[in-house]
Structure formats: C-alpha cells, structure tokens
C-alpha cells in the first residue's frame, strides 16, 4: 500500500474521531486504531449528601415593574405543532442565497410544502411539512447547525 494514502487514511480517522478503521486491498490488510491498547475505565465517585441545618426565611418581595418586550417566550407556550429536524446538518431557509425562503413566519402551508432545506454530508435535502397549517415562528437562522430531532418550526 502507498505510504501517502496510508498517512491520509491516518488522518482521516485522527479528523474523524472514529476509534478504528480496517481496510483490506487485494492482499493487504491494514488496521489503524486510536486507543493504543489502552481502555478506559470510568471511575465513579460516592458522594454523601449534607442536609442544611439553616432555617429558611421568608423575604418580603416588592412588586417590581417589568418590560414584557424583553420576556423572550418559551417554547412550550407557543400552540401549535413543532417540525423537527430528521438528520444533522445545516439549515438553509432557501435554495440558493440569492433566492427567496420558502417559508416565512404567517405563511399557509399544506403537508408536502418544502420549508427549507438541510445539507447533510454535502447533500442538500428537502424537509417537508408534515402538517397543514400557518407557520407560527421559524426556530433557527439561516446557515445555523441543527442536530437530530431539534425543532426547526412551529406550525399552528
């Protein structure tokens, strides 16, 4: 085997963060592990709890005016169904960046409706609805990473 794609196959499990790679080529065979041998064993610790002695007291709150315009809302408060990511990757609103999104925030859509697009591994996949609906808030910026199952859009 050449010593270049042995060096780059070395790499590429260094970038990867896989722990082994094995490959056979004709009659060669080659096996590149991280872990040289050695295992990892976790060690766990007791801890004991400590009960406070202290006698809780009660403090008087005064009202305080807030600015409900900074109260960012929580998801869970916001009705409507969530559309979640399917794979990990990056988030695109758009085709293209000089075109238009597919969705905006008060935008009708049918099951089936492309509403963006998430480029896994340099494939660039369509995310459909899944539910009719008007689309209640847009989750996450365009360009933004998105890992498994993370909520992408809220449809009501």
Do not use: W
Request: net charge negative; charged share 25%.
């Amino acid at each position: 085997m050449d010593l270049r794609k042995l060096k780059k196959l070395i790499d590429l499990v260094e970038a990867s963060g896989i722990s082994e790679l094995e490959l056979t080529e004709g009659e060669e065979k080659v096996k590149i592990s991280r872990n040289n041998g050695v295992s990892y064993q976790p060690q766990l610790a007791q801890v004991q709890p400590q009960l406070a002695q202290a006698q809780p007291q009660l403090a008087q709150v005064q009202p305080q005016s807030i600015n409900t315009d900074e109260i960012e809302i929580p998801l869970a408060v916001v009705d409507g169904d969530s559309i979640n990511s399917p794979m990990v990757g990056s988030f695109y609103r758009a085709a293209s960046p000089d075109s238009a999104p597919f969705v905006e925030v008060g935008s009708t859509v049918k099951k089936g409706d492309v509403l963006c697009i998430i480029e896994a591994m340099k494939l660039l996949n369509e995310i459909e609805s899944e539910h009719d609906g008007i689309i209640k808030k847009i989750l996450l910026e365009n360009g933004q990473p998105v890992e498994f199952g993370e909520p992408l859009f809220i449809i009501g």
